[in-house]
């Protein structure tokens, strides 16, 4: 059994019908991609693995416990955490307390607590250079860092990652990916949304094209990239 199951997804914003029948696997230790255009229902996917939307038909299952009406901080006790599209720090409070805030799952803990925070810091040491600034005084590229890093804080079996690299430099994307990878090679299974599908694809090992909120396309990392296809709408290659 795969460590993320997800069957025949539909998954409404009101009257809109934003996911209409996905299905995926996400096996433990994997690095899984969801590419496609703006409205492809990437990000409505993860909110609803997340728990922020109930679906109407369909099952999530994860290391083997149904999802479907769970709330979204029971989630994260069982084992998954996001970090958003946006990063969505907390701009008042402090690096560290922004931190903290990602460990409330585990309680009074402090020992768990600590040790979390030094890994984080080990994976972004600008963070630890940075832990009693003002979080809304970071910039673009320590916001993402501290987005991942406040996720990382829960021991999360399973991290989301919605548009990691959006808005930032070359070379800090590169970084960003960099990190990502040692997270997965540290156990941490992740999926991720990414826009940059060619950097996605380097990155994961399969992959899952989405579009209006269906599955069109799916494979491995290999695959998807040699596809006629998904090199044309997806890589700007003619």
Known sequence: ?????????????????????????????????????????????????????????????????VLNGVPAHQIVNMGISQAPEGRKVFATLTVQENLNMGAYSLGGDREAIEENRRRVFELFPRLAERKNQIAGTLSGGEQQMLSIGRALMAR???????????????????AIFETIREINEGGVTILLVEQNARAALRLADKGYVLETGRTILSGSAGELIRDERVRKAYLGEE
């Open 156 to 174: 999360p079996k399973l991290l989301m990652l919605d548009e990691p690299s959006l808005g930032l430099a070359p070379m800090l994307v590169r």
């Open 1 to 65: 059994m795969a460590l993320l199951e997800i069957e025949n997804l539909h998954s409404y914003y009101g009257h809109v019908h934003a996911l209409k029948g996905i299905s995926l696997e996400v096996e433990e230790g994997e690095i899984v991609t969801l590419i496609g255009a703006n409205g492809a229902g990437k990000t409505t996917t993860l909110r609803t693995v997340s728990g922020l939307l109930i679906p109407r038909e369909g099952q999530i299952v994860f290391d083997g416990q």
